[in-house]
T-cell receptor
Framework: NAGVMQNPRHLVRRRGQEARLRCSPM?????VYWYRQLPEEGLKFMVY????????ESGMPKERFSAEFPKEGPSILRIQQVVRGDSAAYFC?????????????FGEGSWLTVV | AQSVTQLDSHVSVSEGTPVLLRCNYSSSYSPSLFWYVQHPNKGLQLLLKYTSAATLVKGINGFEAEFKKSETSFHLTKPSAHMSDAAEYFCVVSDPTEKLVFGTGTRLLVSP
């Protein structure tokens, strides 16, 4: 059973370009979470999605950031018009229905560098 | 709101000596608490979790943690450090709305 798969693992974008990060949850998991880790900091919650629904986006910046989890295919975190401050590691996590606080699994992360 | 405070940003130990990484939490609810480890440029690995069962929790790689409600603490310990334990460690509390709230991390350095 494959774990949470994220790609690309590393992405370099110039300022003003768009970045798309993909996350395929573990088989049977319908809940996806995105977290951001800025250099030398802990992870900060961004958004929580279920299939075709955004459940909690309280951690998402108000502009340029969006996330989706379509009925088919991976979850996508999209960052438009990237700036240097968007450089960070972005982690996806997934859990099955009926989250109990102890079954969340993380992917290995996508490292975004904005030059 | 839920929060965790990791009291040390860096901890240095010698190989073979005990490890203590300190964490205090704040929670309005009966919390679920976790410790995760992150090796450089790698993802997060769950070491152990507390979910209101036994207060002494045993995890992987010889780590354990004790939940102390009176002290609002969840310190991580290991009797004997190994070189491979050098990494960043995060104390985490789960939010009732299903978010994980991370501490700022403690970098463990292990010298020969």
């Amino acid at each position: 059973n494959a774990g949470v798969m994220q790609n690309p693992r590393h992405l370099v974008r110039r300022r003003g370009q768009e970045a798309r990060l993909r996350c395929s949850p573990m088989k049977g998991h319908s809940h996806v979470y995105w977290y951001r880790q800025l250099p030398e900091e802990g992870l900060k919650f961004m958004v929580y999605l279920q299939k075709e629904n955004i459940i909690d986006e309280s951690g998402m910046p108000k502009e340029r950031f969006s996330a989706e989890f379509p009925k088919e295919g991976p979850s996508i975190l999209r960052i438009q018009q990237v700036v240097r401050g968007d450089s960070a590691a972005y982690f996806c996590a997934s859990s099955p229905p009926g989250f109990s606080g102890n079954t969340i699994y993380f992917g290995e992360g996508s490292w975004l560098t904005v030059v | 709101a839920q929060s965790v405070t990791q009291l040390d940003s860096h901890v240095s130990v010698s190989e073979g000596t005990p490890v203590l990484l300190r964490c205090n939490y704040s929670s309005s609810y009966s919390p679920s608490l976790f410790w995760y480890v992150q090796h450089p440029n790698k993802g997060l690995q769950l070491l152990l979790k507390y979910t209101s069962a036994a207060t002494l929790v045993k995890g992987i790689n010889g780590f354990e943690a004790e939940f102390k409600k009176s002290e609002t603490s969840f310190h991580l310990t290991k009797p004997s450090a190994h070189m491979s334990d050098a990494a960043e460690y995060f104390c985490v509390v789960s939010d009732p709305t299903e978010k994980l709230v991370f501490g700022t991390g403690t970098r463990l350095l292990v010298s020969p």
